[in-house]
């Protein structure tokens, strides 16, 4: 996932199979991607995750990177 790490301070939406979660990329490294200003959306609304979201790439299936 080494390029994630081009990714920081841009808006993704990271999926798994368990949630959809929108945010910015802090930073990434070989074990897990950290996402600020995240909301979940994989419901009808999406709903703000407070902190920081440590994602493990191993859970992750892709990356939508969100048009600025």
Known sequence: MRELKTLTGR?????????????VVESATRTCVTLVDARAVDGP???????SVLVP???IAYVQVVPA
């Open 57 to 59: 790439t191993s859970r």
């Open 45 to 51: 609304t999406p709903v703000p995750v407070d902190g």
């Open 11 to 23: 808006t993704v939406i990271v999926v798994t199979a368990e949630t959809a979660l929108e945010g």
